[in-house]
């Protein structure tokens, strides 16, 4: 496969909406997928529909029109739905999740072939509202049901592809802090993207700010003084960006729909850039995607958004003769895609010692794993199988297995599994 026929895919799957982006080797940006000719159509309606007579399944707009026409029954709500553990019918038969999100994936993944009809996905980079890791889950299931496997797929939520967006841009952009105003259903949101310079590399956090209390969706729709919303939204947006540095702003969400905050966004550019627009997080999310292929940008950052791990884990192994720092999983990882594991030789020891080194302090701390529980034979005689996974940001967790020494030394299936709380 030539180096051009392979997609670069940020898919950004909402409970109401989701849209696609495919990075273009001719613009060298983001470019969005649309749902129809109209080259304004690319947000896609997240519901499938299935014909009464036919059986077809529908997606997006069609799948409304002909629910409307009573010609097929709708199943919407998929991401909260799953997220819920809620079970799906159709026609009284049970569906799996995975096969609903599998349908929902496939037609819109289709969408690709308009463009790119000779091409492949490489790497694919689904981004949703918050982390959920039933939703986690079974979007890997619906999308290796479509032959993409995990190390062509990434999961990320909305604010690491705010992130990679908004870290993306021109460095002018981003001299100072990054802020976005987010306006969806749940209310106004904002965030603030932090960038520590005199960290090495340079470190990017993110704080949140839920303004929905105060400028909610429902006040959107039942205020007819646009005047007065424009009041309430500078208010807020002027006490958060309060002698704050920030040099750019992004506004983003259906709340924004239409023009009833303009006059705002033009006394928020004194002294900053503003932007609005509905495609941040899938065209973050296909930056990342384009990261991951290997052809990313050259700054060195590491992102600490809630999702990552702040601390590097590793392991003090022998080799040719000299005693090396092996890491098994890196600070700035997605803690629930942050596994590692390693075939070992043990010498004559009774227990390994894991490093957990914290991004910020430096700080190292030691754990001893012990091995005396282990079925005793000679050295360099017992092969164990180490593996590290996490449970949450700072919850690590070591498994030892053993794993015999050939025809030797059986295996005895021994598992000694220790928890290890990353945060002091």
């Known amino acids: 496969m030539t180096e051009e026929r392979k997609l670069l895919v940020g898919f950004d799957l909402c409970n ?11 613009s060298f940006e983001p470019e969005s997928i649309c749902y ?6 690319y947000m896609i309606p997240t519901v499938l529909g299935v014909r009464k007579d036919t059986k077809e399944w529908l997606f997006g707009e069609d799948a409304i029109a002909k629910v409307k026409l009573d010609q097929a029954v709708l199943i919407d709500q998929i991401v909260d739905r799953i997220c819920k553990r809620e079970e799906f019918y159709v026609f009284d038969v049970k569906i ?8 929902y994936f496939r037609k819109c993944l289709s969408l690709l072939k308009r463009y790119y009809p ?4 490489a790497k694919l980079v689904v981004t949703i509202p918050v982390l959920d890791l039933n939703l986690i889950k079974t979007i890997y299931k619906a999308l290796e049901a479509l032959a993409l496997e995990k190390d062509r797929v990434s999961i990320q939520s909305h604010t690491q592809s705010a992130v990679n967006f908004a870290m993306s841009q021109n460095r002018d952009l ?5 802020g976005i105003f987010d306006f969806e259903e749940n209310g106004l949101q904002y965030y603030q993207i932090k960038i520590n310079r005199k ?14 209390d105060t400028l909610s969706y429902d006040l959107l729709e039942d205020l007819d003084d646009k005047e007065s919303l424009s009041y309430i939204f500078e208010n807020l947006a002027k006490s958060v960006l309060y002698k704050q540095l920030v040099t750019t702003l992004y506004m ?14 033009k006394h928020l550019c004194a002294g900053r850039r503003v932007f609005k627009g509905q495609n941040l997080y899938t065209k973050g999310a296909c930056y990342y995607a384009r990261q991951l292929s290997g052809e990313g940008r050259s700054e060195d950052f590491i992102y600490l958004t809630e999702e990552m791990i702040a601390s ?9 003769a000299r005693l090396n720092e092996y890491t098994l999983v890196k600070a700035g990882t997605l803690w629930y895609e942050a596994s590692c594991e390693v075939r070992l030789i043990l010498d004559d020891m009774d227990e390994i010692i894991i490093s957990v080194q914290d991004l910020y302090s430096k700080e190292v701390h030691k754990h001893e794993i012990s091995l005396a529980a282990l079925e005793k034979r000679p050295p360099k005689m017992t092969r164990i199988e180490l593996r590290i996974s996490f449970d949450d940001p700072n919850t690590c967790i070591v498994t030892v297995k053993d794993m015999g020494f050939g025809e030797y030394f059986p295996s005895t299936n021994q598992v000694i599994e220790q928890t290890i709380t990353l945060s002091y």
């Not at 799996?96 to 349908?103: I, R, T, Y």
């Open 16 to 26: 109401d909406f989701s849209q696609i982006s495919c990075y273009s080797r001719k």
């Open 36 to 41: 129809t000719d109209d080259d304004t159509k």
């Open 96 to 103: 799996s999740p995975e096969a609903v999100l599998e349908k």
């Open 118 to 121: 000779n091409d492949m996905v």
């Open 174 to 178: 981003w001299m100072n802090d990054v």
């Open 199 to 212: 960290h090495v590399p340079m470190t990017i956090t993110v704080t949140q700010k839920d303004l929905s």
């Open 252 to 265: 983003t969400g259906k709340g924004f729909e239409g023009t009833w905050a303009d006059e705002v966004f």
């Open 312 to 320: 590097s884990v590793g392991v003090a192994l022998y080799k040719d």
